[in-house]
């Protein structure tokens, strides 16, 4: 049987009389690689929120490999193994890029211990991999305040890698970067795949087809489709609901 990293059973949300999220059901295996789509004000946002415990639910249930979490503490769900990136990084500038890495690991007790103290060799060798899986072992000297923006965002990303969270959930990774940096995410993405589980929320649908093998749709706050980019793109609900008239390459 495959074990699920992390499920939604009918989860729902609403604020006043308005249902944003309403009786959401998702299942992410572990290693899984899981778009969420929809259009603006779908409920995507709002679901991560549910998920991440930023976002109480007025019902149903969130499963971290099988552990319930519902309307826990943010903190403790990211305790419990949940990792969220947000658009807006959170890098420590003034440090390299490898240290930043190290200061990520979870092992001594307060943000900068693993500096005082240094790492032990498994450590090492787990930032020098998270550095190549995130694409910047060449910049592993550079003070983070240099990155780019997109090298800002894989450093987070890696950052995140170093606290073997059991599903890390991700807001629009290529929003504001170049089509190369887009282009290189979809790359350390897919470099993730069978890793970690990821479930990930994204407009770009050429972006999309680089990454994804199973796309949950979103739309008025209901799971719309679930399906492969291909099942997707030719589902007819998807089209009428989502797209309207366009084609979906063009959302
Ligand atoms: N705290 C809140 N109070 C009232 N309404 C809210 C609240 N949070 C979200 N909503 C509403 O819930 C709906 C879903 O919003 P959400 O941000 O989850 O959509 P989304 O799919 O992430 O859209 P986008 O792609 O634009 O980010 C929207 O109509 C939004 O206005």
Request: hydrophobic share 45%.
């Amino acid at each position: 049987m495959t074990t699920l990293a992390l499920e939604t059973e009918g989860l729902s949300v609403s604020f006043g009389r308005f249902r944003a999220v309403d009786g959401v059901s998702i299942q992410v295996a572990q290693g899984e690689l899981r778009v969420l789509l929809g259009a603006n004000g779908a409920g995507k946002t709002t679901l991560m929120d549910l998920i991440s415990g930023r976002t109480r639910s007025t019902a149903g249930r969130v499963l971290l490999e099988g552990r319930d979490v519902t309307n826990q503490r943010e903190y403790r769900i990211a305790r419990a193994g949940l990792g969220r990136k947000f658009q807006i990084p959170s890098v420590f500038g003034g440090l390299s890029v490898r240290q930043n890495l190290e200061v990520s690991l979870v092992r001594h007790p307060g943000v900068f211990a693993n500096l005082r103290f240094g790492l032990g060799t498994t450590d090492r060798q787990r930032v020098s991999e998270i550095l190549h899986l995130v694409g910047l072992a060449d910049l592993a000297t550079a003070d983070a305040a240099t990155l780019s923006h997109g090298q800002t965002q894989w450093l987070e990303l890696g950052m995140l890698m170093g606290q073997s969270p059991k599903v890390i959930l991700l807001d629009e990774p290529t929003a504001g970067m170049t089509q190369a940096e887009t282009a290189k995410t979809a790359e350390i993405i897919n470099g993730l795949r069978g890793r970690h589980t990821l479930l990930v929320v994204e407009h770009d649908m050429a972006f999309v087809r680089e990454i994804a093998e199973r796309i949950t749709v979103l739309h008025l706050g209901k799971v719309l489709a679930e399906g492969s980019v291909a099942e997707i793109e030719a589902n007819a609900a998807v089209k009428a609901a989502y797209l309207g008239t366009q084609e979906i390459s063009e959302c």
